[in-house]
Protein backbone atom coordinates (compact mmCIF):
# COMPACT_ATOMS: atom_id res chain seq x y z
CA UNK A 1 0.00 0.00 0.00
CA UNK A 2 0.99 3.59 -0.55
CA UNK A 3 0.40 6.95 -2.45
CA UNK A 4 0.07 5.20 -5.67
CA UNK A 5 -3.16 2.98 -6.40
CA UNK A 6 -2.82 -0.62 -4.94
CA UNK A 7 -3.76 -3.72 -6.64
CA UNK A 8 -3.51 -5.69 -3.03
CA UNK A 9 -6.31 -3.41 -1.96
CA UNK A 10 -8.45 -4.24 -5.32
CA UNK A 11 -8.00 -7.60 -4.00
CA UNK A 12 -9.06 -7.32 -0.02
CA UNK A 13 -12.10 -5.04 -1.27
CA UNK A 14 -12.98 -7.66 -3.49
CA UNK A 15 -12.48 -10.43 -0.82
CA UNK A 16 -14.57 -8.47 1.61
CA UNK A 17 -17.45 -8.00 -0.69
CA UNK A 18 -17.51 -11.72 -1.61
CA UNK A 19 -16.70 -12.91 1.33
CA UNK A 20 -19.73 -11.05 3.05
CA UNK A 21 -22.46 -11.55 -0.36
CA UNK A 22 -21.67 -15.45 0.97
CA UNK A 23 -21.73 -14.93 4.61
CA UNK A 24 -25.01 -13.31 4.68
CA UNK A 25 -26.36 -15.56 2.39
CA UNK A 26 -25.70 -18.46 4.38
CA UNK A 27 -27.28 -16.49 7.49
CA UNK A 28 -30.40 -16.37 5.74
CA UNK A 29 -30.98 -19.41 4.37
CA UNK A 30 -28.76 -22.00 5.45
CA UNK A 31 -27.17 -22.94 2.22
CA UNK A 32 -23.63 -23.11 1.42
CA UNK A 33 -24.09 -23.12 -1.92
CA UNK A 34 -24.87 -19.88 -4.44
CA UNK A 35 -27.29 -20.35 -7.03
CA UNK A 36 -26.33 -19.57 -10.70
CA UNK A 37 -28.49 -16.24 -10.58
CA UNK A 38 -26.75 -15.32 -7.87
CA UNK A 39 -23.61 -15.88 -8.69
CA UNK A 40 -24.05 -14.35 -12.42
CA UNK A 41 -25.39 -10.74 -9.98
CA UNK A 42 -21.93 -11.58 -8.53
CA UNK A 43 -20.04 -10.98 -11.43
CA UNK A 44 -21.35 -8.24 -12.92
CA UNK A 45 -20.88 -6.88 -9.05
CA UNK A 46 -16.98 -7.88 -9.56
CA UNK A 47 -16.84 -6.16 -13.20
CA UNK A 48 -18.68 -2.77 -11.68
CA UNK A 49 -16.21 -2.65 -8.72
CA UNK A 50 -13.29 -3.11 -10.89
CA UNK A 51 -14.76 -0.14 -13.19
CA UNK A 52 -14.93 1.91 -10.04
CA UNK A 53 -11.87 1.19 -8.81
CA UNK A 54 -9.93 1.82 -12.11
CA UNK A 55 -11.44 5.54 -11.79
CA UNK A 56 -11.79 6.53 -8.45
CA UNK A 57 -9.25 7.20 -5.59
CA UNK A 58 -10.63 4.33 -3.66
CA UNK A 59 -7.05 2.31 -4.45
CA UNK A 60 -5.64 4.88 -3.11
CA UNK A 61 -4.18 5.31 1.00
CA UNK A 62 -2.48 8.55 1.15
CA UNK A 63 -1.12 9.30 4.83
CA UNK A 64 -1.33 12.91 4.63
CA UNK A 65 -4.86 13.16 3.19
CA UNK A 66 -7.83 13.98 5.85
CA UNK A 67 -9.68 11.65 6.92
CA UNK A 68 -12.93 13.22 5.59
CA UNK A 69 -11.52 12.86 2.41
CA UNK A 70 -10.57 8.78 2.43
CA UNK A 71 -14.45 8.07 3.83
CA UNK A 72 -15.96 10.19 1.50
CA UNK A 73 -14.15 8.30 -1.45
CA UNK A 74 -15.25 5.44 0.07
CA UNK A 75 -18.88 6.75 0.41
CA UNK A 76 -18.72 7.55 -3.09
CA UNK A 77 -18.08 4.22 -4.29
CA UNK A 78 -20.00 2.31 -2.40
CA UNK A 79 -22.85 4.62 -3.64
CA UNK A 80 -22.87 3.94 -6.76
CA UNK A 81 -21.87 0.00 -6.43
CA UNK A 82 -25.21 -0.27 -4.41
CA UNK A 83 -27.03 1.93 -6.90
CA UNK A 84 -25.74 -0.06 -9.70
CA UNK A 85 -26.55 -3.54 -7.99
CA UNK A 86 -30.17 -2.46 -6.63
CA UNK A 87 -30.54 -0.95 -10.39
CA UNK A 88 -29.58 -4.40 -11.76
CA UNK A 89 -31.30 -6.49 -9.37
CA UNK A 90 -34.63 -4.01 -10.15
CA UNK A 91 -34.59 -4.69 -13.82
CA UNK A 92 -33.50 -8.57 -13.48
CA UNK A 93 -36.30 -9.04 -10.91
CA UNK A 94 -35.08 -13.20 -10.96
CA UNK A 95 -32.06 -11.41 -8.67
CA UNK A 96 -34.33 -10.70 -6.12
CA UNK A 97 -34.00 -13.31 -3.65
CA UNK A 98 -34.23 -10.85 -0.18
CA UNK A 99 -33.56 -6.86 -0.21
CA UNK A 100 -31.24 -7.82 2.64
CA UNK A 101 -29.13 -10.37 0.77
CA UNK A 102 -28.43 -7.45 -0.89
CA UNK A 103 -27.54 -4.15 0.94
CA UNK A 104 -26.22 -6.14 4.25
CA UNK A 105 -23.16 -7.43 2.16
CA UNK A 106 -22.52 -3.91 0.52
CA UNK A 107 -22.60 -2.24 3.69
CA UNK A 108 -20.37 -3.97 5.84
CA UNK A 109 -17.87 -4.01 3.22
CA UNK A 110 -18.08 -0.53 2.99
CA UNK A 111 -17.58 -0.45 6.46
CA UNK A 112 -14.88 -2.79 6.49
CA UNK A 113 -12.82 -0.79 3.85
CA UNK A 114 -13.31 2.18 5.82
CA UNK A 115 -11.78 0.54 9.03
CA UNK A 116 -9.03 -1.09 6.78
CA UNK A 117 -7.79 2.15 5.40
CA UNK A 118 -8.40 4.95 8.48
CA UNK A 119 -6.48 1.85 10.49
CA UNK A 120 -3.66 1.69 8.08
CA UNK A 121 -3.31 5.60 8.19
CA UNK A 122 -3.46 6.41 11.51
CA UNK A 123 -0.46 3.14 12.60
CA UNK A 124 1.88 4.64 9.61
CA UNK A 125 1.33 8.12 10.73
CA UNK A 126 2.26 7.08 14.37
CA UNK A 127 4.79 5.38 13.85
CA UNK A 128 6.50 7.94 11.31
CA UNK A 129 5.60 10.27 14.55
CA UNK A 130 7.90 8.90 16.89
CA UNK A 131 10.63 8.37 14.06
CA UNK A 132 10.12 4.58 13.13
CA UNK A 133 10.29 3.44 9.47
CA UNK A 134 11.43 7.06 8.72
CA UNK A 135 13.88 7.70 5.74
CA UNK A 136 16.99 9.86 6.26
CA UNK A 137 16.88 12.17 2.98
CA UNK A 138 19.94 14.87 2.45
CA UNK A 139 19.34 17.94 1.03
CA UNK A 140 20.46 19.60 -2.27
CA UNK A 141 20.23 23.38 -2.02
CA UNK A 142 19.13 25.85 0.62
CA UNK A 143 17.27 28.53 -1.42
CA UNK A 144 13.80 28.54 -3.22
CA UNK A 145 12.46 25.18 -3.92
CA UNK A 146 14.62 24.19 -1.46
CA UNK A 147 13.28 25.86 1.32
CA UNK A 148 10.22 25.24 0.53
CA UNK A 149 10.97 21.42 0.28
CA UNK A 150 12.94 22.03 4.11
CA UNK A 151 9.72 23.81 5.84
CA UNK A 152 7.22 21.15 4.14
CA UNK A 153 9.28 18.17 5.42
CA UNK A 154 9.32 19.51 8.76
CA UNK A 155 5.83 20.36 9.49
CA UNK A 156 4.48 16.94 7.82
CA UNK A 157 6.38 13.95 9.63
CA UNK A 158 3.46 12.20 8.30
CA UNK A 159 5.44 12.27 4.54
CA UNK A 160 8.08 9.77 6.80
CA UNK A 161 10.88 11.79 5.89
CA UNK A 162 13.64 12.69 8.53
CA UNK A 163 16.17 15.37 7.34
CA UNK A 164 19.58 13.97 7.38
CA UNK A 165 20.93 17.72 6.59
CA UNK A 166 21.20 20.47 4.46
CA UNK A 167 24.19 20.61 1.18
CA UNK A 168 24.43 23.73 -0.45
CA UNK A 169 27.27 26.80 -1.20
CA UNK A 170 25.09 29.40 0.50
CA UNK A 171 24.23 28.22 4.04
CA UNK A 172 20.85 28.43 4.91
CA UNK A 173 19.63 30.99 7.53
CA UNK A 174 17.20 30.56 10.29
CA UNK A 175 15.98 27.47 12.27
CA UNK A 176 17.31 25.83 9.06
CA UNK A 177 21.28 26.23 9.91
CA UNK A 178 21.07 23.07 12.19
CA UNK A 179 20.87 21.04 9.68
CA UNK A 180 23.63 22.72 7.66
CA UNK A 181 26.53 20.47 6.67
CA UNK A 182 28.68 22.48 4.73
CA UNK A 183 29.06 22.64 1.11
CA UNK A 184 27.99 20.69 -2.04
CA UNK A 185 31.59 19.86 -2.56
CA UNK A 186 31.00 16.76 0.55
CA UNK A 187 28.67 15.40 -1.04
CA UNK A 188 30.40 12.24 -2.11
CA UNK A 189 32.19 12.28 1.64
CA UNK A 190 28.73 11.97 3.54
CA UNK A 191 27.15 9.53 0.94
CA UNK A 192 29.92 7.12 1.44
CA UNK A 193 29.81 7.48 5.60
CA UNK A 194 26.65 7.90 6.52
CA UNK A 195 23.23 6.10 5.90
CA UNK A 196 21.25 8.08 3.35
CA UNK A 197 18.05 6.46 2.13
CA UNK A 198 17.04 9.35 -0.09
CA UNK A 199 18.67 12.56 -1.81
CA UNK A 200 16.56 15.24 -3.02
CA UNK A 201 18.22 17.72 -5.60
CA UNK A 202 16.52 21.15 -5.11
CA UNK A 203 18.85 23.24 -7.62
CA UNK A 204 18.13 25.89 -10.37
CA UNK A 205 18.05 24.05 -13.64
CA UNK A 206 21.04 26.60 -14.78
CA UNK A 207 23.07 24.39 -12.14
CA UNK A 208 22.74 21.30 -14.61
CA UNK A 209 26.15 20.27 -13.79
CA UNK A 210 25.73 20.29 -10.57
CA UNK A 211 22.70 18.16 -10.58
CA UNK A 212 24.21 15.79 -13.38
CA UNK A 213 27.46 14.79 -11.46
CA UNK A 214 25.10 14.23 -7.69
CA UNK A 215 22.24 12.09 -9.79
CA UNK A 216 25.37 10.36 -11.05
CA UNK A 217 26.87 9.90 -8.07
CA UNK A 218 23.39 8.69 -6.17
CA UNK A 219 22.98 6.18 -9.02
CA UNK A 220 26.56 5.12 -8.88
CA UNK A 221 25.65 4.13 -4.98
CA UNK A 222 22.77 2.76 -5.41
CA UNK A 223 20.88 5.61 -3.32
CA UNK A 224 17.78 6.79 -4.75
CA UNK A 225 17.41 10.62 -5.60
CA UNK A 226 14.49 12.77 -7.05
CA UNK A 227 14.96 16.39 -8.52
CA UNK A 228 13.08 19.17 -7.09
CA UNK A 229 13.92 21.71 -9.75
CA UNK A 230 14.10 25.84 -8.24
CA UNK A 231 11.52 26.96 -11.11
CA UNK A 232 8.29 27.85 -9.80
CA UNK A 233 8.61 31.56 -10.66
CA UNK A 234 8.99 30.44 -14.22
CA UNK A 235 6.22 27.91 -14.84
CA UNK A 236 2.63 27.66 -13.26
CA UNK A 237 2.54 25.55 -10.00
CA UNK A 238 0.23 23.03 -11.21
CA UNK A 239 2.47 20.84 -13.50
CA UNK A 240 3.21 16.91 -14.13
CA UNK A 241 5.68 15.11 -15.24
CA UNK A 242 4.70 12.96 -18.40
CA UNK A 243 6.67 11.34 -21.23
CA UNK A 244 6.75 11.21 -25.30
CA UNK A 245 8.11 7.91 -25.94
CA UNK A 246 10.85 7.66 -23.50
CA UNK A 247 11.82 11.48 -23.26
CA UNK A 248 10.68 12.77 -19.67
CA UNK A 249 8.82 15.99 -20.06
CA UNK A 250 7.17 18.45 -18.12
CA UNK A 251 3.00 19.45 -18.72
CA UNK A 252 1.87 22.62 -17.79
CA UNK A 253 -1.59 21.02 -16.52
CA UNK A 254 -3.01 17.73 -15.44
CA UNK A 255 -5.23 16.26 -18.06
CA UNK A 256 -6.84 13.17 -17.10
CA UNK A 257 -8.83 12.80 -20.40
CA UNK A 258 -5.44 12.85 -22.10
CA UNK A 259 -5.20 9.33 -21.01
CA UNK A 260 -6.94 7.07 -23.14
CA UNK A 261 -8.24 4.72 -20.82
CA UNK A 262 -10.03 7.59 -19.40
CA UNK A 263 -11.40 8.77 -22.60
CA UNK A 264 -12.81 5.06 -23.25
CA UNK A 265 -14.36 5.51 -20.21
CA UNK A 266 -15.90 8.83 -21.01
CA UNK A 267 -17.17 7.92 -24.32
CA UNK A 268 -18.54 4.44 -23.07
CA UNK A 269 -20.62 6.43 -20.52
CA UNK A 270 -21.89 9.02 -23.07
CA UNK A 271 -22.86 6.07 -25.63
CA UNK A 272 -25.11 4.23 -22.67
CA UNK A 273 -26.25 7.81 -21.39
CA UNK A 274 -27.51 9.23 -24.76
CA UNK A 275 -28.81 5.78 -26.37
CA UNK A 276 -30.83 4.87 -22.92
CA UNK A 277 -32.04 8.65 -23.07
CA UNK A 278 -33.15 8.76 -26.79
CA UNK A 279 -34.90 5.84 -26.51
CA UNK A 280 -36.75 6.71 -22.98
CA UNK A 281 -37.52 10.23 -24.11
CA UNK A 282 -38.21 9.35 -27.82
CA UNK A 283 -42.27 10.05 -27.24
CA UNK A 284 -41.55 14.03 -25.45
CA UNK A 285 -39.03 14.19 -28.56
CA UNK A 286 -42.00 13.57 -31.19
CA UNK A 287 -44.32 15.32 -28.80
CA UNK A 288 -42.39 18.80 -28.67
CA UNK A 289 -41.53 18.17 -32.35
CA UNK A 290 -45.21 17.92 -33.73
CA UNK A 291 -45.74 21.23 -31.02
CA UNK A 292 -43.06 23.34 -32.66
CA UNK A 293 -44.58 22.70 -36.07
CA UNK A 294 -47.83 23.45 -35.17
CA UNK A 295 -46.82 26.78 -33.06
CA UNK A 296 -44.68 28.64 -35.54
CA UNK A 297 -43.12 28.60 -39.43
CA UNK A 298 -40.14 26.63 -40.05
CA UNK A 299 -38.11 23.19 -39.63
CA UNK A 300 -38.07 21.44 -35.86
CA UNK A 301 -34.93 21.25 -35.69
CA UNK A 302 -31.97 23.97 -35.15
CA UNK A 303 -28.78 23.26 -36.95
CA UNK A 304 -25.59 25.78 -35.86
CA UNK A 305 -22.08 25.73 -36.20
CA UNK A 306 -20.21 25.21 -32.84
CA UNK A 307 -16.77 25.03 -32.50
CA UNK A 308 -15.86 21.41 -30.40
CA UNK A 309 -12.59 20.41 -29.01
CA UNK A 310 -9.22 20.95 -31.24
CA UNK A 311 -10.94 23.81 -32.48
CA UNK A 312 -13.12 21.86 -35.05
CA UNK A 313 -16.50 23.20 -35.90
CA UNK A 314 -19.37 20.14 -35.86
CA UNK A 315 -22.95 20.78 -36.00
CA UNK A 316 -24.68 21.04 -33.21
CA UNK A 317 -28.80 20.44 -33.11
CA UNK A 318 -31.53 21.78 -30.85
CA UNK A 319 -35.03 22.24 -31.26
CA UNK A 320 -35.92 25.46 -32.77
CA UNK A 321 -36.80 28.00 -30.02
CA UNK A 322 -36.65 31.85 -32.04
CA UNK A 323 -38.30 32.39 -35.65
CA UNK A 324 -36.80 31.34 -38.54
CA UNK A 325 -33.36 34.01 -39.08
CA UNK A 326 -30.75 34.65 -41.12
CA UNK A 327 -27.56 32.59 -40.64
CA UNK A 328 -25.25 35.92 -40.40
CA UNK A 329 -28.48 36.87 -37.43
CA UNK A 330 -28.14 33.80 -35.81
CA UNK A 331 -24.38 33.09 -36.09
CA UNK A 332 -23.02 36.78 -34.10
CA UNK A 333 -26.35 37.57 -32.12
CA UNK A 334 -26.36 36.77 -28.66
CA UNK A 335 -29.74 35.92 -26.27
CA UNK A 336 -30.56 38.32 -24.66
CA UNK A 337 -33.99 38.09 -21.51
CA UNK A 338 -37.16 38.83 -23.00
CA UNK A 339 -35.83 38.39 -26.79
CA UNK A 340 -38.45 39.35 -29.21
CA UNK A 341 -37.09 36.39 -32.08
CA UNK A 342 -37.79 33.79 -28.96
CA UNK A 343 -41.44 31.97 -29.92
CA UNK A 344 -44.09 31.54 -27.06
CA UNK A 345 -43.44 27.64 -27.38
CA UNK A 346 -39.48 28.07 -27.40
CA UNK A 347 -39.77 30.24 -24.36
CA UNK A 348 -40.61 26.72 -22.14
CA UNK A 349 -38.05 24.97 -24.08
CA UNK A 350 -35.56 27.47 -23.07
CA UNK A 351 -36.66 27.51 -19.88
CA UNK A 352 -37.09 24.22 -19.18
CA UNK A 353 -33.85 23.29 -21.27
CA UNK A 354 -35.83 21.00 -22.95
CA UNK A 355 -34.25 22.59 -26.38
CA UNK A 356 -30.98 21.01 -26.06
CA UNK A 357 -32.63 17.22 -25.80
CA UNK A 358 -31.38 16.60 -29.82
CA UNK A 359 -27.87 17.04 -28.52
CA UNK A 360 -27.76 14.19 -27.32
CA UNK A 361 -27.78 12.76 -31.11
CA UNK A 362 -24.53 14.73 -31.23
CA UNK A 363 -23.27 13.02 -28.33
CA UNK A 364 -24.13 9.36 -29.36
CA UNK A 365 -22.63 10.32 -32.85
CA UNK A 366 -19.22 11.39 -31.13
CA UNK A 367 -19.06 15.15 -31.66
CA UNK A 368 -20.33 16.11 -28.05
CA UNK A 369 -20.07 14.38 -24.43
CA UNK A 370 -22.75 14.32 -22.17
CA UNK A 371 -20.27 16.65 -19.73
CA UNK A 372 -17.51 19.51 -20.74
CA UNK A 373 -17.75 22.98 -21.46
CA UNK A 374 -20.57 24.35 -23.37
CA UNK A 375 -19.79 24.71 -27.54
CA UNK A 376 -19.88 28.41 -28.74
CA UNK A 377 -19.64 30.20 -32.37
CA UNK A 378 -17.15 30.47 -34.03
CA UNK A 379 -17.55 34.75 -33.90
CA UNK A 380 -17.73 34.59 -29.95
CA UNK A 381 -14.73 32.38 -30.07
CA UNK A 382 -12.71 34.61 -31.42
CA UNK A 383 -13.80 37.80 -29.38
CA UNK A 384 -13.24 35.70 -26.22
CA UNK A 385 -9.87 34.36 -26.98
CA UNK A 386 -8.88 38.21 -27.81
CA UNK A 387 -10.57 39.20 -24.10
CA UNK A 388 -10.13 35.90 -21.92
CA UNK A 389 -6.61 34.47 -21.45
CA UNK A 390 -7.02 30.46 -21.77
CA UNK A 391 -10.22 30.69 -23.21
CA UNK A 392 -9.32 28.14 -26.27
CA UNK A 393 -8.07 25.62 -23.37
CA UNK A 394 -12.15 24.62 -23.30
CA UNK A 395 -11.26 22.96 -26.51
CA UNK A 396 -9.12 20.74 -25.46
CA UNK A 397 -11.91 18.34 -24.49
CA UNK A 398 -15.34 17.90 -25.93
CA UNK A 399 -17.72 20.21 -25.75
CA UNK A 400 -21.02 19.14 -23.48
CA UNK A 401 -24.64 19.02 -23.31
CA UNK A 402 -24.11 20.70 -19.61
CA UNK A 403 -20.57 21.50 -17.61
CA UNK A 404 -19.51 22.26 -14.52
CA UNK A 405 -20.25 26.33 -15.44
CA UNK A 406 -23.94 25.47 -16.11
CA UNK A 407 -24.16 23.26 -13.54
CA UNK A 408 -23.01 26.48 -11.02
CA UNK A 409 -25.14 29.06 -13.01
CA UNK A 410 -22.78 30.45 -15.00
CA UNK A 411 -24.77 30.30 -18.23
CA UNK A 412 -26.79 33.05 -20.01
CA UNK A 413 -25.89 37.07 -20.02
CA UNK A 414 -23.29 35.50 -16.88
CA UNK A 415 -19.54 36.12 -17.03
CA UNK A 416 -17.38 34.08 -19.47
CA UNK A 417 -14.55 34.85 -16.93
CA UNK A 418 -16.18 32.64 -14.68
CA UNK A 419 -17.10 29.92 -17.48
CA UNK A 420 -13.86 29.39 -18.63
CA UNK A 421 -12.60 28.98 -14.48
CA UNK A 422 -15.03 26.66 -13.95
CA UNK A 423 -14.50 25.02 -17.77
CA UNK A 424 -10.76 24.75 -17.11
CA UNK A 425 -11.14 23.33 -13.56
CA UNK A 426 -13.10 20.50 -14.86
CA UNK A 427 -10.68 19.73 -17.32
CA UNK A 428 -7.94 19.39 -14.84
CA UNK A 429 -9.81 17.44 -12.54
CA UNK A 430 -11.92 14.95 -14.78
CA UNK A 431 -13.39 12.00 -13.32
CA UNK A 432 -16.63 10.28 -13.60
CA UNK A 433 -17.78 10.62 -10.43
CA UNK A 434 -17.27 14.80 -11.68
CA UNK A 435 -19.57 14.48 -14.72
CA UNK A 436 -21.84 12.56 -12.23
CA UNK A 437 -22.28 15.20 -9.78
CA UNK A 438 -22.69 17.62 -12.45
CA UNK A 439 -25.76 16.25 -13.95
CA UNK A 440 -27.00 15.66 -10.77
CA UNK A 441 -26.43 19.37 -10.22
CA UNK A 442 -27.85 20.67 -13.33
CA UNK A 443 -31.38 19.19 -12.12
CA UNK A 444 -30.95 20.24 -8.67
CA UNK A 445 -29.16 23.17 -8.10
CA UNK A 446 -31.70 26.09 -8.89
CA UNK A 447 -28.61 28.49 -10.27
CA UNK A 448 -28.59 26.20 -13.19
CA UNK A 449 -32.16 27.10 -14.08
CA UNK A 450 -31.92 30.49 -13.08
CA UNK A 451 -30.45 32.45 -15.97
CA UNK A 452 -32.30 29.50 -18.77
CA UNK A 453 -33.29 32.56 -21.24
Known sequence: MGNGKSKLLFIIDLTFLLFFFFFVYKGYTGETTIPLKGSIL????????????????????????????????????????????????????????????????????????????????????????????????????????????????????????????????????????????????????????????????????????????????????????????????????????????????????????????NRIVKRIFDILVSFSALLLLSPILAFIAISIKMTSPGPVLFRQKRIGSNNLEFTLLKFRTMTVQSPAESNTTWTLPDDRRVTPFGKVLRQTNLDELPQLWNVLVGDMSIVGPRPERKHFVEKFSMEIPNYRTRHLIKSGITGLAQANGWRGNTSIRKRVENDLYYIENWSLWLDLKIIAKTFLNPAAWKNAI
Open 42 to 261: MGLVVIAWFLISVDSNILRIDTTSHTIDTLKDIFIAYSVLSTFTIATVAIFGEFRPNDKLILYPLLFSAISSAILRLSYRIINRQFFKYGYRQKSVLIIGSRGAARQLINKLLSTPELGLKIFGILADTPPEGQLKKYYLGKIEKFNKILGTHPIDEVIIAKPLTEVQTITRIAESCEGRGVRFYIAPDFHNIIPKWTILTSLGDIPVIALRNEPLNVFG
